[in-house]
């Protein structure tokens, strides 16, 4: 049983960076696909960035492509959103979420990712 865990949100003013964690305690991530997505108050989670289990693969929403790279450290089993230039839009709680799956992931949907974390909140204003 994945112990997913988000860290790094926090209060930043427009155009600033955030860079957010998410880590299974400590644990290999090795054979998931971990995606980040996000939720404001009153929308639906939405799909910001994956990375495949092997860090080969990645994809962005439209709306963060340029600003967010989304990386894995295989040491640290850590997977890093790197947020760029933020905007008041990109305020959500931003959560990661876990596949069991191998050279691919989408963040079309939710579905398949079957472990998540708790969140952490990213507060974009000035």
């Known amino acids: 049983q994945l112990q997913l865990v988000e860290s790094g949100g926090g209060l930043v003013q427009p155009g600033g960076s955030l860079r957010l964690s998410c880590s299974n305690s400590?644990?290999?991530?090795?054979?998931?696909?971990i995606g980040w997505f996000r939720q404001a108050p009153g929308k639906e989670r939405e799909g910001v960035s994956c990375?495949?289990?092997?860090?080969?693969?990645?994809a962005y929403a439209d709306s963060v492509k340029g600003r967010f790279t989304i990386s894995r450290d295989a040491v640290t089993h850590t997977i890093y959103l790197q947020m760029n230039d933020l905007k008041p839009e990109d305020t959500a709680v931003y959560y990661c979420g876990a596949e069991f799956l191998y050279g691919f992931c989408s963040i079309s949907s939710t579905s398949g990712y079957d472990s998540w974390g708790r969140g952490t909140e990213v507060v974009v204003s000035s």
């Open positions: 990375v495949s289990s092997g860090g080969s693969f990645t």
């Open positions: 400590g644990f290999t991530l090795s054979q998931y696909a």
